[in-house]
């Protein structure tokens, strides 16, 4: 799902590249052909009508995740529509508990408010009593069923993001996530439960609510392992890992100079001290020298703080610090190369 080579780009919203995973449009292809050579081509050009209604909603669902961020001033670096729905990718800052319940809440929220406007449309009795079903009774219905099924408490929905954002709160994020998690576990077992309901009265779209539930469980179990490693790595600080660094400069360097002494000490850069501050660092670019703003990091933080800065950013190296001296520089190769040697 994060592989960028089995998606496409339809289009950058508000900066933030909406991206389609091959998969869907395969599966839609082979749907709208089985139903034009078993129902005829008309029944598949209308079905495909839906199915692109279906998916539309869903990115409005997620374009809701997209403005909260963006109203809160917290990255999105895309969007993802594929089989099973949407992912926005946010670059949550750790402990930003308030703002997690609000992006997660958002999407659904924007998917029930469809639901009441359709349902005014349609018509309250045609849309609640059974009467005949128009184009407002099945958005009203569409709507409903995805800001539902999205409040589920099972991570990695939004329902069991809200969980752990509200048990966070609370109880802190430990025990919060932790929490979230086995609850999530059996929300998916609960699913997998409605399927077999579905398999013993024959109902075919048991196979959809069972590949749902394994999704959900695989998912739960991935992310504890993920909360299992990420707790190891508190534990473990960046000191022992940087390349070190043996020279630093003052902001009255000459360029010339920087250059001989960038070559001489074969550093990756040259951290430039101002005003008491290491923010910037001189980095050797086709025979010359750039600056490039730091982001600094004590060396007593741990790996999984290193990390939680990578994520957060594009940043190719963090400086170390220590006793307010440069001591070294962490690439995001090596931090990569730790975690899956962890894993």
Request: glycine residues 12%; charged residues 15%; proline residues 6%.
């Amino acid at each position: 799902m994060k592989s960028r080579s089995f998606t496409f780009q339809l289009f950058t919203l508000a900066g933030t590249p909406v991206r389609v995973h091959w998969s869907l449009v395969a599966l839609l292809i082979i749907a709208m052909l089985g139903v034009g050579v078993l129902r005829g081509w008309q029944e598949a050009f209308r079905q495909g009508l839906w199915w692109g209604l279906l998916f539309g909603l869903v990115l409005l669902h997620e374009i809701g995740h997209l403005l909260m961020a963006r109203l809160l001033q917290i990255p999105v670096t895309s969007i993802l529509i594929w089989p099973l729905g949407g992912f926005t990718a946010v670059r949550l800052p750790p402990r930003r508990f308030g703002a997690e319940f609000a992006i997660a809440l958002a999407g659904p929220v924007v998917n029930l408010l469809i639901a009441l406007g359709a349902l005014g449309a349609a018509g309250i009795p045609q849309a609640a009593w059974g009467k005949p079903w128009g184009f407002w009774s099945t958005l009203w219905l569409l709507n409903l069923l995805l800001g539902a099924f999205n409040l589920l408490p099972v991570f990695p929905m939004d329902g069991g993001r809200i969980l752990r954002s509200m048990l966070a709160m609370g109880l802190g994020e430990d025990r919060g996530t932790w929490l979230t998690l086995r609850m999530g576990q059996a929300g998916a077992m609960g699913i997998g439960g409605l399927a077999v309901w579905q398999f013993m009265h024959q109902d075919p779209g048991g196979l959809v609510t069972m590949t749902v539930a394994m999704w959900l469980f695989g998912q739960t179990l991935q992310e504890a392992r993920l909360f299992r490693r990420q707790e190891r790595l508190r534990r473990i600080p960046v000191a022992p890992y940087p390349q070190p660094l043996q020279i630093a400069v003052n902001d009255r360097v000459t360029f010339p100079a920087a250059r001989r002494l960038l070559a001489h000490s074969g550093q990756p850069l040259l951290p430039v001290e101002s005003t008491g501050q290491w923010v910037e660092g001189l980095f050797p670019d086709a025979g010359g020298l750039r600056r490039r703003t730091l982001r600094i990091v004590d060396g007593e933080t741990s790996i999984a703080s290193a990390w939680s800065c990578f994520l957060q950013s594009e940043e190719p190296g963090l400086l170390v610090v220590r006793n307010g001296r440069p001591v070294g520089w962490l690439t995001r190769e090596q931090v990569e190369a730790f975690l899956q040697n962890d894993g």
